[in-house]
């Protein structure tokens, strides 16, 4: 269906959907954390850019287009006002590009419904992950709509898309950016990309996720996680499992608009590590030193547990 809504955007070929496909270099230049100004169309705006943490000229690769990709929620719990505050903020700029300036915003979002936090959700409400996560994308959808906020041209959800994360990750294995471990789970190795892991502030010192005593490096992250009992999992090259986070919206991003992004939105919270990881993942991938030319993030989207105001609580006052 997304195929279908999309079908009109000017997009590189992902080479997801053809494995055999040479991989894709267009619009990627730089070298290690510098960014390159993209050619293109100037839109005549400045916006802030998170890669270079300062205003610079918003340049599109193709006139008249935006291709824009925002993180979506995680759905296993309610919406709240973090929420709110960062896709009302991204609305508000998506207007001003569409309605002042003529340029045709091609927006796709994510929908995250398997993680943890959903399987542990399941587990005290007794019921599937599925039950959980729709019920909650259902509301979520039902929030933005209240706020006014205008829908994406397109909702990917991660569970429809596994085996085109799954081929995604063989990509980046074969092009020796990630490794398997004998237990079932694939890594990136960031060793691999040298100084250009660490685009954002901080992220070099960084220690690393939890994971297996395997990792070569600390920092690595997981691709896939191996299968574990009362979990969903589904089939891969390494045994049962499921994706990692990061490596989510690197495949969907790239299989909606290809080796070139305009513009990838989301909360400050996510900056490192989600974001920074899935740089490092989509460059690895399309062999290439800029995927997306913008960063925008809002304030912090996660709810601290003193602030957070379920918006449906809103709505019905």
């Known amino acids: 269906m997304w195929r279908t809504v999309l079908r009109n955007v000017k997009r590189v070929p992902c080479g997801v959907l053809n494995t055999n496909r040479t991989s894709i270099r267009s619009g990627c230049s730089g070298s290690g954390k510098t960014w390159v100004r993209p050619s293109g169309f100037d839109t005549g705006l400045k916006t802030f850019n998170s890669l270079t943490r300062q205003k610079e000229p918003l340049i599109l690769a193709r006139e008249g287009t935006a291709t824009w990709y925002s993180c979506g929620p995680t759905v296993y719990d309610h919406a709240h ?42 587990w005290e409400e007794n019921v599937s992950p599925s039950v959980v996560s729709r019920v909650y994308e259902e509301e979520f959808k039902k929030d933005m709509l209240s706020l006014k906020v205008i829908p994406p041209a397109v909702y990917l959800r991660v569970t429809d898309n596994v085996h085109h994360i799954v081929a995604f990750i063989e990509r980046i294995v074969r092009n020796g950016h990630a490794y398997a471990t004998n237990e079932g789970d694939v890594y990136f190795d960031v060793q691999s990309i040298g100084d250009r892991y660490g685009k954002f502030v901080g992220a ?3 220690q690393g996720e939890p994971g297996s005593s395997n990792k070569r490096d600390s920092r690595d992250f997981a691709l ?65 030193r800029q995927w997306a030319n913008y960063f925008l993030h809002s304030g912090k989207k996660s709810p601290s547990w003193k602030q957070e105001v379920h918006l449906y609580w809103v709505n019905a006052c």
């Open 204 to 206: 070099v010192g960084f």
């Open 224 to 288: 896939w996680k191996r299968s574990k009992a009362q979990e969903p999992y589904w089939d891969s090259p390494w045994g049962p499992g499921r994706p990692g986070w990061h490596i989510e919206c690197s495949t969907i991003a790239s299989c909606v608009f290809g080796g070139q992004l305009d513009v990838h939105s989301g909360g400050v919270d996510l900056a490192f590590p989600h974001h920074e990881n899935e740089i490092a993942q989509s460059e690895a991938f399309h062999q290439c």
């Open 81 to 122: 006002l973090g929420h709110a505050c960062s896709y009302v903020r991204f609305d508000i700029l998506q207007r001003i590009l569409s309605r002042l300036f003529g340029v045709t915003v091609i927006h796709a979002m994510v929908i995250t419904d398997i993680d943890d936090k959903i399987i542990r959700r399941s």
